[in-house]
């Protein structure tokens, strides 16, 4: 299934050099998402003596990961709701996370003025509920209005879209964009401001003691290593608190005076639904995501084809043009983890499906405690914060599940098939000489086998058929068919196997 997202199929390619050679630096940034390329446009901007020397590493192209596979909304409230924050930290705290947030839109709308055109609109959120789920709405209008956020009772929603059954949210001045021409913009500007980017160049080995990470075909040693890569890489201690979901996307051509018109959209039911249009190429779309699952657990494909049918249910039966996923990991306690953590490097992770914004406030409150001048929300923010009374139930949960996936032996599918019986397009884990090995047939009869254990602490991998990939449901490290890594926090990719099939030939049985 091609899942190149509506966002990455309409902005304009990237082509920056792949790291050679060894280089030092002040400041060395993994990950080239909205967070890295925001910190490495604050940084190379510095107009001192002496700007730190900035130099960000991307292991596939800039904004591929995840920021370039999201909605492109931008909001101060939190898709799980500022209730919950205000239910577990109080008014207070829940106040100050609207703040920072608006402010990181703010930051985002006054860059945007520095740029190309990015497709940067200011809109209302709008959130509603079918009768079950309405006491949500109920309370999160009450939470916005303790937190001093612009937020009104609407009465109606426009039709096509589900119908309220109760209150219905209107949260003013938020925003959307397109978030890969955002960063392709961004990482630009950086560059040439000095910012020394490098894409196709994966880390494979971080020395935290040296301060040095080492690719393919080059290192970088830095004062400061900052990762920027939506969860840190190798093992640190957040990956026990964060449980990680995927969310999926789709998009269809819709017209262009068609409803709702300009606003984010969250329908809140059994199905979550989170709607929005875009105009792109002189075309017009409309956008649905939701159906959040479990990495490494869930059908993927089921999820895919449920979140269709809702659509086609209230939008009817267009061809969709795009479809397209993303990885989400939550804190514990309802708050990302941003800044400095055992390991001396910077961490910005524990965003759930709000990585856009909060995305923006890691990379400015990083950069502020790098030029300086940390600030008081830093410190409510700190991954070192360990908080059971707040997330205790969540940290417990989700180590039962690591613990379970550890033992359990994930050989549920046809582990008796031969490998040389496995159709083009099929995947199983297959005992084959004695040995577990996760295999693949590609389409064009390409045979690909390799180790289930996770090569980061030792989870089995599960495939996920709609992004053709070997998932981990421990702490969502993904896997290509021949081992390397896509994302999340394994360093080392699942080990090739030779085996007598593989030897035998490559060609997909009739
Ligand atoms: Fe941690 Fe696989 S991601 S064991």
Known sequence: MNTLSLWRGTAAPTGYAMLSGDVTCDVLIV??????????????????????????????????????????????????????????????VARQVADERRTAVNFIEERC?????????????????????????????????????????????PAPLPPAEGDVLVLRNQAQFQPQAYVVALAARAAQAGASIHEHSRVLEIDHK??????????VTAREIVMATHTPKGVHLVHTEMPVHREYAIAFEWAPDGPPGPGTFWWKAAEHLSIR????????YLVCAGQEHKVGIHNATAGMIALENLAR?????????????????????ALPYIGRNHSDCFIATGFATDGLTWGTVAARLIAAELLGHKSAF????????????????????????????????????????????LKAGDSAIVDAEGETVAAYRAPDGELFAVSPVCTHVGCKVHWNSVETSWDC??????????????????????????????????SAPA
């Open 313 to 333: 249910k209230y939008f009817g039966d267009r061809p969709v043009t795009h479809r397209w996923s993303a990885q989400n990991y939550r804190g514990a306690d």
């Open 210 to 219: 040296a301060r040095r990470a080492v690719t393919a075909a080059g290192s």
């Open 31 to 92: 990950g080239g998402g909205i967070t890295g390329v925001t910190l490495a446009d604050l940084l190379a901007e510095q107009k001192t003596a002496n700007p730190p020397k900035v130099v960000l590493l991307e292991a596939d192209a800039i904004g591929t990961g995840t920021t370039g596979n999201s909605t492109g909304n931008l909001y101060e409230t939190l898709s799980s709701g500022l209730r919950e924050i205000h239910a577990k930290w109080g008014a207070e």
């Open 277 to 284: 249009t875009l105009q792109a190429g002189g075309r017009h």
């Open 378 to 421: 830093a410190d409510l923010v700190k991954p070192g914060r360990l908080s059971p009374v707040k997330g205790g139930k969540n940290i417990l949960q989700e180590n039962a599940l690591v613990v379970t996936q550890l033992v359990k032996d994930y050989l549920t599918q046809r582990q008796n098939e031969k490998l040389s019986e």
């Open 473 to 506: 449901p421990c702490h969502g490290s993904r896997f290509r068919p021949d081992g390397t890594v896509i994302e999340g926090p394994a360093l080392a990719p699942l080990k090739r196997k030779h085996t007598p099939d593989l030897a035998g030939g490559g």
């Open 113 to 157: 003025r520095l740029l190309p055109d990015v497709g940067f609109r200011r809109c209302d959120l709008v959130e509603w509920a079918d009768r079950a789920h309405n006491d949500a709405i109920r309370k999160e209008i009450e939470a916005l209005t303790a937190a001093g956020c612009a937020v009104d009772r609407g009465t109606t929603i």
